[in-house]
Structure formats: structure tokens, C-alpha cells
């Protein structure tokens, strides 16, 4: 009885969370309609001029959107290793940490919202038989990869690469989610709906209408682009599938979160008691149990790989099972992650922080296509903190932000950067510095980002492509768009001649380097199709001394 | 035959009578009279171009009551808006800056409008624009939303799928696609702000058109003048109302520095979008023939830059 009630808490606690965690994921974009109170930028007294330039203020999301990063424990180790800095707003991750010495893995069976997601895709209609399904989970040796995982992250985070973020589960489910699900999603809810309204029906028409008004705060009113989320997505689709074969495979075999909440359990206060003379042996323990963790009497419970989700103890018709709490000499027995899972980590390791620095992106070689966010930290720290969870690529209303293939190298795999063919860094826009949960991108104001100025990186004009320079039409869409003032983009006045037709008046443009930010949309609105005339390079940006162009 | 591009209004008379013809021959004489009623009523009656022009001279004067005062001045808005219209209203609200920058339509315009047409009778008020920068930002900092807010107008959110390849039928563009909201409209007003820019000189009302239409915008820049004058031609909005309340003097269109931005005090609400542009650029010191768009309209019959020769009042707070 009181067994059955524990399972439902934790049903209700895993709903719960996982709900919170899909609100949360769709609150990460620019807050809609958020009407400001202008009155203060018309009144504030003329020769105040500079604040009354910055007398508007920054748009923020008001709900806590990087709260499941911030009570994670991975991602709080991991970056505590790599930056040798004690991280702000991370308390509830240390909180969690503390109790799963006592209670173990309750993080994985309650709150995680990407073991929800295994749990439904592996208990709903389940795929394998009896048989089948009690083989699938005996404790099995691939169990230990994941404590590779883990060792190789934390030893390569002390060593200055933070890779957690490709593994973490939070990290993973909101750019799965983030990056590949919901854009695609959206894009066939749009497909559905227009195809709706276009009908001649009157009903399917308001219901396309109505449909498309529903749809658009979730998935916004343009399809998002994200050119290699089919990447992260089909990953996604795999890993959920394997639960098919295998449940809850992720949190059994690769989760390193999972990996070093096990480690931590250490004093166990809360344990499966085993009556070995009760037991019938009729396995139901064994086919419920999420986390292969052999409850069955007879064998030896691994508290290490207990997901707490109380299935054994409320499936056992002979109440053999039961948990509870015990004080006083409760040291258990070592976790078992096996010598090669903990020496091959380690060489992982150290390896990979050594071998991503081959390329030289770090420090001496910056790749010019690697433009950063606004607020950025230099690329060494930004590596040590990033965590690839697609928080800033979310909410960038622009689309600009994407992860990165190769532009950062091996080491910044999936890292954010601006893809400027796709969007640009709007000029009085910091909504990515305010949601990042680790601090890579520094919080900025808008008055920092403008005053400063904040650069992420220069554009230079391709006079072969340009209209103006080479002599085909004249045009100043650049110049337009320019968003500093007094302008980076600048002109010379000239006369096209060309043979059989009247001269054309063209201005030529040109880029003050000293005044360009590098917020690219003068390449993302240049007409020139296919390659625009002008282009945006990281050379120039604030965070970094030598990626430097002028003295 | 005709000399000049068929404007959208035009071309929705032509369709009007078309169809008048085909129900006359159905011999309902009826609904006839009154279709011809209404096509008789929606003609522009010719010649009769006028201008209001307000100035706020009192320090701390209400920019929204100046506008009504220049409203009424004009014969109410009821002249203009009849009940049960939708009007479309088109402020500048491209860039994500803050009004009193002088990039975007001052919110307190926007808000004064939006109330003399819903107190005209209108069923609905829209706000709508092609944004350059997200739409959602620039919604939120110029003060959009807000007045939308406080009115109760909806605020029409650019997407591609709201634009509709229609032939404009322009010297130099054919088939664009348009922002539907001004092709449902019973009735447009065009409320720009007053700007200078790199190549077109100034941006004033008939520039704002590139604000109606999507696709590959920035290509129109290679004809400017004449693509500004065939949009303009298009649209053809009911009224301008041009906000020269501050001014963007240099650095513009995009603007973000409030050294360059000079407080004017003064609207302009014109029939003739040719005539508000006219006078507006007299601000900057320009005439019409030093802006090649308000050459090319007068050339094209759009309008008239000819302010003696209209009924021009004025308006002092």
C-alpha cells in the first residue's frame, strides 16, 4: 500500500517535472507583444543625451528558462572543474547532490525529464515479451560506459575542455527538443494549417485560422531554420528508440549524470530490503525494473543503477520487496565501474582537451567563421563553460545562432555561432546574454553591448559581387541596415559608364573598421544572392586580443 | 487609353463595375442601384486635394490632441472612415529602436488615430508592417504593442505566409508579394514618420510602401525612386499623416543616436501623398525636385507638389 503510493508520487513528480520542463522550453523565446512604457523617453530632460539614447529597456524572458540547467549536477561539476570558479545561481544542483548521497538516483526516477521520456518510450506497450523483457534487464556489463563517460568528462573539464553538454541529459533533451523536434514540428503544423486555410470550406478554413493562432506562440510565426538539426534530431530518434530494445537505455548505459548521481550514493539511508522467503521467483521485479538494477532476492540489488522509480517493491504479489530506511552503519559496497572504464576515461580524458587544441581555434589560428555571441567569453573560458544546450540558439529571434559543425573545431562541437546568411546579432538585442545558465555569454545590457561597443567581428565588402563596384546596378542595402551611428558603412560617389547605355550614378561602399560591430545584417540583407557582396568575419571581436584587424 | 499604372483602387472599381454589368444583365435592378451607389460614392472626387498642418507650440503640448484638432479641421474623421470598415493603419515601425530616436511613427500618433477611427464606427482597427528587424522587437521597443494594447487594435505579425504574389502593375514591378492586411482593408491609412536616408534622400510616406510588400525587398533599392513611386501607386493610401513631431536628420534610416535627431512639433495630413511628402521634405530643407521620388510622382499624376494650389489649413496648439 504505502509502496503504491510511492509510485505514484513519483508518477506525478515525473508528469510534473516533465511538463515544467516543456513549458519552460517553449517560454525560451522573445517574450511576445511585451508592450514598454516609452513615456520616460520622450520626458527625461534634452540634455541628458546619453541616457536619454538608452532610456528604453532590455527585453528579458521573465520565467526561469535555464532552471533545469541550473539544478543539475553534471553541469555544475563539470564547469566548477573546468572554469576553477565558483558559479553563481547553481544552489539546488549542489542541494541535489548532497541528497542522492542519502537517497540515491531519486533524481533520475522523479525529476529528470529525459528519463521520463525513456521511461514512457520503454514502459508504454512495451516491445518485448516476459522472457524478453527480463533478459533486457540483468544487470549487463555495458553499464560501466557510462562511468567512462563520466570520468572522461570530468577529467577533460580539470584539464580545460568541458564536453559535458554533448552528454549531459538536460543538456541533450532541450537541443533534441530545442533544435530538431519542435522547429520540425512546426514546420508540419504550418504546412497543416495553411493548407487549411487555403481550403474553399468555410469551417477548415477557421479551423487553419484558429489552428495557426494556437501554433504560433509555441512554434513561432516563421519555420525556424536550423541547417543541421536533422543531425541532433535523428540522434534523438535513436536513442529514444533503443528504449524499445533495451529500457531506459540512455540512463543505464551512456548517462554520465546518471553515472555520477550513482557514484555519489554513498551512505545509503533509504535501501531494498530483500525476504529471500517469500520470493516465488515469478520475475515481475525484474521485467518492471527501470535501471536493471537486479532487484530480484537472490541477487545483489546495485544501488548504483537504482532509478528509485519503487516498480519492484509495487509489483511484488508476495511482498518480498520493500524499501527502507536504515541509519547508522550504512556504508555500501563500492560501485563497480571497473578498472577500464575508470583508467580509459582518464586517458579520454586527457586526450581529447590536448587533441581538440591541435587545431590551434583556441588560441593562435582563430577560424573566421567562428562568430561568437554578443557578451562571449574569450574562447578558452567560453569552452570551459559552454554547455550545447541550445538555450541562446533558441531564443536568438533572429535565427542567427546556431550549433556549430566545424566552425570551432573538434573541441567546439555543436557550440553556438552566428550563421549571418540566417540572421544577424540585432543591434540593441541582448536576449542570449541573459539566459545563458553558465555564464559563456556574459549578461549584457544594452547600453553595454551599444557603448561599449561590443564586436563580434567585422565585415569587409567583395567588390567583385558588389553592385555598385562592379558596376552592374546601384544599391546601398548595407548602408541602410548599418546600425551604428554614426554609420560603419560609408560611401564614395561615382559614375558607372557602361558601353551602349547612359552613366549611372552609384555610391561606393566602404566599412569603417573602427565603427563596425560585426552584427552581420548588412551580409543577411545584402541583395547579392547565392554569396552576398558583403560578409562578416570574427576578426575585430571584443573578446579577443589577436583576432585582431586594426592597430 | 490609360497613361498611367492602375492602381489597386482602380482596378477594384473595374471589378466593381464588371460585375454591376454582369448583374444588370440578371435583370435584379434591386442590388444594381445600389452597387452603382456605392461605386459613384468610393470615387476620389477630382481636384480636391487639401493638407492640415499641425504644430505644437506650447511647450508640454498633447500630441494626441493636436492630431484630433487636425482631424477635425479636416471634416472628422467620419469623412474619411464609415462604420463598419476595417482600416489598416501603416506606422514606421521597422527598427527595433525607441520612439523618441526618430526611426519609428510616434506611438501617441499611432494611439490618436487608432481612437478617431474606432469612435468613427470602425469594426476593426489594424496596425500592420513589414518589419526589418524582428517583427516581435520592434513591436515591443517602438511602442507598437503598447498603443495596440491600450486601444485594443490588432497588431498584424508579418509572416511570409500573409504575403500574396499580386501583380502590381508598376513601370518597373510586376508581381510582388504583398502583406494581405492592405489588400482586405476597406480603408488605409499611411502613417510615416520623417527621416532622412542613404540613397532615396528621405524617407517620408510614399517610401513607407516598402513596408507593404515582402520578397526580395532589398532589390528594390536598384531602382529606388521609381519602385517607391509604383508601390505608392499601388497602395494608395486614404490619408497620410506624416509624424515630423522630431525628425531624423542624419544617420538614417536606422538612426540610434538622439544627437541627430531635431524635435519638429509639427504633422502633416494630407489626401495627396505626393503633397504631404512635398511638404514634409521642405523640413530638410529639400524640394521636390532634389527627391526623385516626389518627382516621379507628381510626373505620374500620383499627386501634386503644388501646395499653393490646395485648400491647406493649419493647426495651433
Redesign the interface.
Known sequence: MKSRRLLWIRRLSQAFFFCLFFVLLVMAQ?????????SQ??SVP?NA?TS??F??PD?RISQPVALFFQIDPLIWLSSVLSAREWLQGFGWAIAILLTTVFFGRFFCGFICPFGTLHHMAGAVRPALKKKEMMAANQTAGSRRIKYFLLIAILSASAVGLNFAGLFDPISFLFRSLGLAALPSAGIGF?DFF?FL?ASDIKILNYLGYGG?ALA?PVFG??NKVVPTGWIIGILFLIILFLNRIRPRFWCRTLCPLGALLGLCFRLPVLRLKKKADKCTHCGRCVQTCQGAASPEPGTIWQPDECLMCFNCTTGCPENALAFSFKTGDARKQKTDMGRRALIGGMVAGVSLPLLGRLDGRSDRHPSPSLIRPPGSLPEPEFLDRCQRCGLCMKVC??NAIQPALSAAGMAGFWTPVLVMSLGYC????TLCTSVCPTGAIRLLSMREK?ETPIRIGSAYIDRGRC?PWNGN?????C?????????AIY?KEDVITRKGSEPIPV?LPFVDLSRCVGCGICEN???VKGKPAIRTISAGESRSLDNQILL | MIDHPITRRESLQKIGKISAGITLSAGLFGPVTKVLANVAASKDKPGAAWMVEGVGEQPGYCVKTLTRKMFDAAGGMGKFVSKGDVVVLKPNISWAQAPHLAVTTNPEVMIAVIELCQEAGAKKVRIADNTIHDAGRCFSVTGAAGAAEKTGADLVHPRSSMMKKINLHGHRLDVWPVFTPFVEADKIINIPVAKVHGLSVLTLGMKNWIGGVGGRRSALHQDIHQSIVDLAQFFRPHLTLIDATRILTANGPSGGNVADVKILNRLILSNDPVAADTRAAEFFGKTPEEVGFIALGNKWGLGSSDLDQMRRQSVVL
Open positions: 522573445l517574450p511576445k507583444d511585451v508592450s514598454m512604457d516609452y523617453t520622450f534634452e543625451e536619454r539614447t532610456a528604453s527585453i504550418h495553411e486555410a495557426e504560433a510565426y516563421e529571434p533572429t540585432e543591434y540593441s538585442c551599444i553592385l546596378a546601384p544599391c546601398i542595402v548602408e541602410e541596415h548599418c546600425p551604428t551611428s554614426p554609420k560611401f555610391q540583407k545584402c541583395p
